[in-house]
Nanobody, 119 residues
Framework: QVQLVESGGGLVQAGGSLRLSCAAS????????MGWFRQAPGKEREFVAS????????SYADSVKGRFTISRDNAKNTGYLQMNSLKPEDTAVYYC????????????WGRGTQVTVSS
């Protein structure tokens, strides 16, 4: 069992930066793939970025490539999403999620943190 808690959201002007954190409980976090997703009002939840268990492989949605960076510190049981050059269309609730080895879907989800980008 893994519990995830996001933090670091807030209100920022367009062009600004935020760093989201995802604190995980449980000794097996280092074996899980971790992802970030977001959901804007009236829209479906969408994939933002993911990182493998060791941190050596990452994947990004086209809409955030070159602006967002996903990382993790397994010693601290924490994942991060550095968001730069933020745009109003990045406004959403951001969720972190964890996926067990051998599975194609994410089993564990945080409650989310709000990111609002003003123009």
């Amino acid at each position: 069992q893994v519990q995830l808690v996001e933090s670091g959201g807030g209100l920022v002007q367009a062009g600004g930066s935020l760093r989201l954190s995802c604190a995980a409980s449980g000794r097996t976090f280092s074996t899980y793939r971790m992802g970030w997703f977001r959901q804007a009002p009236g829209k479906e939840r969408e994939f933002v970025a993911s990182i493998n268990s060791s941190g050596g492989s990452t994947s990004y949605a086209d809409s955030v490539k070159g602006r967002f960076t996903i990382s993790r510190d397994n010693a601290k049981n924490t994942g991060y999403l550095q968001m730069n050059s933020l745009k109003p269309e990045d406004t959403a609730v951001y969720y972190c999620a964890a996926r067990m080895p051998g599975f194609n879907t994410y089993q564990y989800w945080g409650r989310g943190t709000q990111v609002t980008v003003s123009s």
